[in-house]
């Protein structure tokens, strides 16, 4: 190799390294800040609103105590924010609850299930994993056992569940609780902190979003 080409080899590494640590740099500063830029970002539900959503499972015991924040938020949210769930399984032993989620959803009843699920899992500590369970439990409040039963194996269900991964996978979703705010920003506890932390990153991001309206 000559002196040429090695002066031009050093600075093409040089570079390199350079717009890597550049790069780490950036992901720190978005660390730090409590959120990750999603690149590319992914799609919204309606391009007039800005979307809040949150990835969950009811056996999480995060997603649980994460609850209380964001149920409190929801309340006091602009209207100009649409709030939204999904529960994709990450984990092949999250489907029976995925499957109810998106039943309840289905049927109309996600009012009437999903405070009461979560609390049976993690409050009274009822073994809610078996569909066939998890359907007895929907009878007892006053849901069509039969129908919630066979709505969890539906294709509907199925369609939604499949949905759900793809969103998940598209932003990155490692864990949960997890929140991405208008397709663009993913914060999480371990990102943000805390519940709290997390609160913050949505109201921030949401008010720079609806800037951009």
């Not at 809040?52 to 309340?75: M, Q, R, T």
């Not at 009843?109 to 439990?137: C, N, S, W, Y």
């Amino acid at each position: 190799m000559n002196k040429r080409d090695f002066l031009k080899n050093s600075a093409k590494i040089a570079a390199a390294t350079s717009l890597s640590f550049s790069g780490i740099r950036a992901v720190q500063a978005q660390a730090h800040r409590g959120y990750q830029v999603l690149n590319p970002p992914v799609n919204t539900r309606a391009s007039d609103k800005i979307e809040v959503l949150e990835y969950f499972w009811f056996g999480c015991p995060h997603c649980f105590a994460f609850e209380p924040s964001i149920n409190k938020w929801i309340d006091e949210k602009p209207d100009y924010v649409d709030f939204v769930r999904e529960a994709p399984p990450l984990n092949p032993g999250w489907e029976p609850h995925s499957r109810a989620f998106y039943a309840a959803e289905i049927m109309g009843v996600t009012d009437k299930f999903f405070d009461p699920m979560f609390d049976g899992i993690h409050a009274e500590r009822r073994p809610l994993r078996q569909p066939d369970k998890i359907a007895k439990f929907a009878g007892e409040l006053g849901i069509d056992e039969d129908k919630f039963r066979k709505t969890m194996d539906s294709f509907a269900v199925n369609t939604r569940m499949k949905q759900a991964m793809q969103m998940a996978q598209a932003s990155r979703i490692r864990g949960v609780p997890s929140v991405v705010i208008n397709g663009k920003y993913l914060t999480g506890g371990s990102l943000a902190g805390s519940h709290d932390g997390i609160i913050r990153v949505i109201n921030e991001r949401v008010a720079e979003e609806y800037a951009l309206l």
